[in-house]
Nanobody, 115 residues
């Protein structure tokens, strides 16, 4: 089992920046991919960015160029630096991890983009 705990959400103005972090614990040696998804009110959960064990990254088209995902393999953390925020980026952001058999989710952290 893997446990994920996010931090860093909050209120940011349009055009501003925010950094999310997620710490993994438990069976961390089994983790293959870590990353971030988000879910806006009334919408399905969608990909933001992921990083594989080999450091390959995958970004949603809407986020490419506006965010950077990074992974610290020693500290077992994954971070998401988000820039140029838009109101439509308002959502609950979930940390994600998977091993060969399971998918794991954090509890989610609210990001609100508003003036």
């Amino acid at each position: 089992q893997v446990q994920l705990v996010e931090s860093g959400g909050g209120l940011v103005q349009p055009g501003g920046s925010l950094r999310l972090s997620c710490a993994a614990s438990g069976s961390i040696f089994s983790i293959v991919v870590m990353g971030w998804y988000r879910q806006a009110p009334g919408k399905q959960r969608e990909l933001v960015a992921t990083i594989s064990r080999g450091a390959s990254t995958n970004y949603a088209d809407s986020m490419r160029g506006r965010c950077t995902a990074s992974r610290d393999y020693d500290k077992n953390t994954v971070s998401l630096q988000m820039n140029s925020r838009k109101p439509e980026d308002t959502a609950v952001y979930y940390c994600y991890a998977n091993d060969a058999y399971n998918v794991y989710w954090g509890q989610g952290t609210q990001v609100t983009v508003s003036s």
